[in-house]
């Protein structure tokens, strides 16, 4: 068994996460004014339903003594709560909303974990979920991911040697950084291996809704568990700045997170769950329509980025079927992937480098680049594509 991180230490990488946008140590006074930004999953304003929800605002307000101004549940108000319970299939007792995707997580690590606790991630792993940890300052046992997700394989090895983590954290679905999917099949060993050996699973979903090519996986493995915290939030379908979110929790662990969220902030903005709520159920079909323009955007970007860099011939590629990110390799192993991408910020491209990613043994996240291209336009994709293969021309 190989610690990430030891108990009571800090990640060097997590500093980063100073910056929200994760710059590093790159200075911004050496960025280029036409820099073409490449650095977060952030979703096109374009695809975002702002007439629906002013629309969806104003019948809000105007409703009679203005309850949504008022305080609600800790749970959420009943419409959304039962909106949400509808699409997953769940008993509406099961959600509970939250701020967002990360307090949905800092809510899951804060019930199930106790200070010191092992915890199983993903290997390379999204970083803020590692200062999420912190909160039980947990230790962290890497898991790889590769072309199918979470290695259930190696998981299930780790465990048979005596690694007993009290969670194991995965992104299931267009994982960050590596936009990979788990497999229906895998999650139910996943699952099966949950219930064997006592761990609860934190689903981290956020991208679910992004797919644009294929069939979704099934919620059902992680749905029918009682070892299962499922994540979701509205931040990439709706927009961020709602900071509006879920969770789909076990019944066993419904009255602890709720009674844990009742001595936080008590329960998330009243006025925007109503308003939310009243774009969702006022419309029955506006949440698909925006999925559908999101889905065609994000699919034609993804390509358009995806075929430029490999006519560069520098980047080995592979089209995601869904979600914000693209995770091209290096085919020049020689490349010093540091002075990579000082290089391509000389050029005028911002990216995040694979090494930004916490990773243990058994990966190359190092020789990746990950390139978000959610909010920036094909034509802007093409010219960021051009700029990277400039960058390694300068290297070689």
Avoid: C
């Avoid at 909303?97 to 199983?120: C, K, M, S, W, Y």
């Avoid at 947990?138 to 790889?144: C, D, G, H, N």
């Avoid at 099966?192 to 979704?216: I, M, Q, S």
């Amino acid at each position: 068994m190989t610690l990430l991180f030891p108990p009571r230490s800090r990640p060097a990488l997590i500093e980063a996460f100073t910056d929200p946008k994760g710059f590093g140590d790159q200075t911004l006074r050496d960025r280029r004014p036409d820099a073409i930004e490449l650095l977060g999953g952030i979703p096109d304003p374009s695809v975002l339903p702002t007439a629906e929800l002013a629309e969806a605002t104003a019948r809000v307000l105007a409703r009679p003594g203005a309850p949504s101004l008022q305080y609600s549940r800790t749970e959420g108000i009943p419409a959304l709560r039962e909106w949400i319970a509808a699409r997953e299939g769940v008993a509406v007792e099961r959600v509970l909303i939250t701020n967002g995707g990360f307090h949905g997580l800092a809510i899951a690590v804060q019930t199930v974990l106790e200070r010191g606790d092992l915890v199983a991630v993903d290997n390379p792993v999204f970083p803020l979920f590692l200062r999420g940890l912190e909160l039980a300052d947990a230790r962290v046992l890497p898991i790889r991911v590769g072309a199918e997700g979470l290695d259930i394989d190696a998981l299930a090895a780790e465990l048979r040697a005596g690694a007993r983590p009290a969670a194991v954290y995965t992104v299931p679905e267009f994982h960050n950084p590596s936009q990979s999917s788990l497999p229906t099949a895998r999650r139910r060993e996943l699952v099966e291996l949950a219930e064997k050996y006592g761990f609860v699973v934190f689903a981290d979903d956020p991208y679910r809704e992004l797919r644009f090519h294929g069939e979704p996986e099934s919620l059902a493995p992680f749905h029918d568990s009682d070892h299962v915290i499922h994540v979701n939030t509205f931040t990439k379908t709706l927009g961020p700045g709602l900071r509006l979110g879920w969770i789909v929790l076990p019944e066993r662990l419904i009255p602890d997170a709720v009674a844990l969220r009742s001595r936080q902030d008590s329960h998330s903005s009243t006025f925007v769950q109503a308003v939310v709520a009243e774009l969702l159920t006022g419309d029955v079909g506006v949440f698909d329509r925006v999925l559908g323009g999101a889905r065609a955007l994000y699919r034609a970007r993804a390509h358009a980025l995806a075929e430029a860099l490999s006519a560069s011939g520098s980047f080995d590629v592979t089209v995601p079927d869904g979600g914000l990110f693209l995770w091209p390799r290096l085919t020049d192993d020689s490349l010093d992937a540091d002075r990579l991408a000082a290089a391509a910020s000389a050029e005028g491209v911002e990216y995040q480098r694979g090494s930004f990613f916490p990773s243990g043994p058994g990966t190359d996240a190092d020789r990746h680049l990950r390139l978000a291209y959610g909010d920036t336009s094909e034509e802007l994709l093409v010219e960021a594509a051009a700029r990277l293969a400039r960058a390694v021309a300068r290297q070689r």
